[in-house]
């Protein structure tokens, strides 16, 4: 979930900076304040994302950061051709992309805590690792995809791989639900 989750994030975030400055329009220097904006996001989503988890519990909150970032990514293939659009999308899209990374570390922990418990570092130093996996993975992935097809084909393409990482959720939760109703 962690590495298909950022995969699919990374796929279009690696070529954020053309698509702002060769389809949106924007300067390099005015790409420079939003991608500052973007990092604002971020944090603010990565807080958000964090309290969702806490009160829905991670994989609830999962369901709903994986959807919107899905969405968000969908919608950049349309929004960046105008440029507040593109500021919009650009905006909620730094609220949802770091939003799942409490909740990722939280569910492994949890998961670890249950099956391997003296190995909840080791679970949690994998996430980790699987994070930075998906980031590797999505920009090779648009590197891909922008010499074979186009620039403007990795939102929607980092759209459909999020929407993988929601289907890994629901899965892993219904293989959770079936252990429980086991036990």
């Known amino acids: ?64 950061i994986f959807g919107g970032l899905a969405a968000i990514l969908f919608a950049l293939t349309f929004s960046a051709y105008n440029p507040i659009a593109a500021v919009i999308t650009l905006l909620v899209w730094g609220g949802f992309a770091f939003g799942n990374v409490p909740g990722l570390q939280v569910y492994v922990v949890q998961l670890a805590e249950r ?41 929607w393409i980092g759209g459909i791989i999020v929407l993988s990482a929601l289907l890994l959720t629901r899965i892993s939760t219904s293989l959770d639900n079936r252990q429980t109703a086991t036990a």
Do not use: C, Q
């Open 1 to 64: 979930m962690t590495a298909v989750g950022y995969g699919g994030t990374f796929t279009a975030f690696t070529y954020l900076t053309p698509i702002l400055e060769h389809v949106t329009g924007f300067a390099s220097g005015v790409v420079s304040i939003l991608l500052l904006i973007y990092g604002v996001s971020v944090a603010t989503g990565n807080i958000w994302g964090g309290k969702l988890a806490d009160r829905l519990g991670p994989t609830s909150a999962l369901y709903i």
């Open 115 to 155: 099956y391997t418990p003296h190995s909840v570092d080791v679970a949690s130093g994998l996430n980790i690792a699987a994070f930075n996996i998906g980031i590797a993975g999505g920009a090779w992935l648009g590197g891909h995809v922008v010499e074979g097809m186009s620039l403007m084909n990795t939102p």
